[in-house]
């Protein structure tokens, strides 16, 4: 069984532009979280898809936003980006449904570097 | 609001020691607990998770943990280190129809031969 995949891996900006990455999730999973990791303020969870509809959302500015499609993949978008941008990106797929202790599946994640 | 917090930001253990990592949470509500492992350059594996009945959980690779309702603890241990131990290790917390994972600050273990 494929695991969840993320693309690109790496990706380098610069500053005011704006990036797409995108997340397929583990086959018969809908549900879809994505969060950031970065040395200073570690793994924060920046939002959660269900059925194309966003359940969730962590404490990020407007510029961060993100999609699910009917087959269940994921894009997150980030505009006017900016240095602090730059960090591990990890999406994770789940069975998901009504409750949240199914365990979470993550990728390897996008790296990306703002310049 | 739960929150994790996970004492020690570095472990240093011998081959063949015991691995212990600490992990408290907070949560109003009932917590699900879990245990990541993050290689570099690669994204999180469960190790394991509590969500409900026995509070003695058995994971991968030898690892597990107990969740103490009454110290609101869900440390994590491992008899014996092996050198593919080394790693990053994160406690998360979720509770129901939260859909998000709270993470500690992780816990980089480090095996010497």
């Known amino acids: 069984k494929a695991g969840v995949t993320q693309t690109p891996r790496y990706l380098i900006k610069t500053r005011g532009q704006q990036v797409t990455l995108s997340c397929s999730p583990i086959s018969g999973h809908r549900s879809v979280s994505w969060y950031q990791q970065t040395p200073g303020q570690g793994l924060q969870f920046l939002f959660e898809?269900?059925?194309?509809?966003?359940?969730n959302k962590g404490n990020f500015p407007g510029r961060f936003s993100g999609r699910q499609f009917s087959n269940s993949r994921s894009e997150m978008n980030v505009s006017t980006l900016e240095l602090g941008d730059s960090a591990l990106y990890l999406c994770?797929?789940?069975?998901?449904?009504?409750?949240?202790?199914?365990?979470?599946?993550f990728g390897d994640g996008t790296r990306l570097s703002i310049l | 609001a739960q929150s994790v917090t996970q004492l020690g930001s570095h472990v240093s253990v011998s081959e063949g020691a015991l691995v212990l990592l600490r992990c408290n949470y907070s949560?109003?509500?009932?917590?699900?607990l879990f245990w990541y492992v993050q290689y570099p350059n690669q994204g999180l594996q469960l190790l394991l998770k509590y969500t409900t009945g026995a509070t003695l959980v058995k994971g991968i690779n030898g690892f597990e943990a107990e969740f103490k309702k009454s110290e609101t603890s869900f440390h994590l241990t491992k008899p014996s280190a092996h050198m593919s131990d080394a790693a990053e290790y994160f406690c998360a917390v979720s509770s129901s129809n939260d859909y998000k994972l709270s993470f500690g600050a992780g816990t980089t273990v480090t095996v010497r031969a």
């Open positions: 898809y269900f059925s194309e509809t966003q359940r």
């Open positions: 949560s109003s509500v009932p917590p699900y």
């Open positions: 994770a797929s789940s069975l998901g449904g009504g409750d949240s202790n199914q365990p979470q599946h």
